[in-house]
């Protein structure tokens, strides 16, 4: 099955910076990455997502980058606000397989 | 759309009872997925259907464990019997093909 890597764990950073979140996948027949928002307390919602006939996709602040010969996608973040802060989750495969989430925190 | 509708939204109960959450899903909507949150373990897929029929259950923990779908807008995901391990959140979510998901607000299970 597919396995998904998902690092930092924590991101910490000032507002107004940018943030990069990196994910790994095992399965090359992967081929659908979405990113989750989980605010606190909250359910995920979808944030962006990007298929694998694309490299990068970008909706204002947000963008995701997928390097598919390295199996690995990004999701990148700028003009960071404290909005911002929560827990983001990739996802790989037809049946999404999530990564551990990395908490980002936005200090004003 | 009313959205995911989940119930209920926080459960407590003892060891060894039976817990049962439901799940409505968006209407037109054909695949349904069960997830399980916690600290420790992340958000982890227990079973997901297609169009009513259960396609995979490996994340489904052990044999206390099961879930139905009886028909396209409604699910259910039954522990019995109940241990403290089994605390978490649980989340259901739909989605029409493999596209975005959309999440219930989850039940807060809480098994004393």
Redesign the interface.
């Known amino acids: ?1 597919e396995n998904v890597e998902q690092h930092p764990s924590t991101l910490s950073v000032q507002e107004g910076d940018s943030a990069v979140i990196k994910c790994t996948y095992s399965d090359s027949a992967s081929n ?1 990455f ?1 990113w989750y928002k989980q605010e606190l307390g909250k ?4 944030i962006i ?1 990007i298929r694998s006939n694309v490299g990068e996709k970008k909706d204002q602040r947000i963008a995701v980058t997928l390097n598919k010969t390295a199996k690995h996608f990004s999701l990148h973040i700028t003009e960071t606000q404290p909005e911002d802060s929560a827990v983001y ?1 990739c996802a790989a495969s ?8 990395t908490s980002l925190i936005v200090h004003p | 759309d009313a959205g995911v509708i989940q119930s209920p939204r926080h459960e407590v109960t003892e060891m060894g009872q039976e817990v049962t959450l439901r799940c409505k899903p968006i209407s037109g909507h054909n695949s349904l997925f069960w997830y399980r949150q916690t600290m420790m373990r992340g958000l982890e897929l227990l079973i997901y259907f297609n169009n009513n029929v259960p396609i995979d259950d490996s994340g489904m923990p052990e044999d206390r464990f099961s879930a139905k779908m009886p028909n396209a807008s409604f699910s259910t995901l039954k522990i019995q019997p109940s241990e403290p391990r089994d605390s978490a959140v649980y989340f259901c979510a739909s989605s029409k093909g493999y596209n975005e998901q959309f999440f219930g607000p989850g039940t807060r299970l809480t098994v004393l």
């Open positions: 099955g659908y979405p359910r995920p919602q979808l997502d989750f037809r049946i999404p397989t999530f990564g551990r989430g």
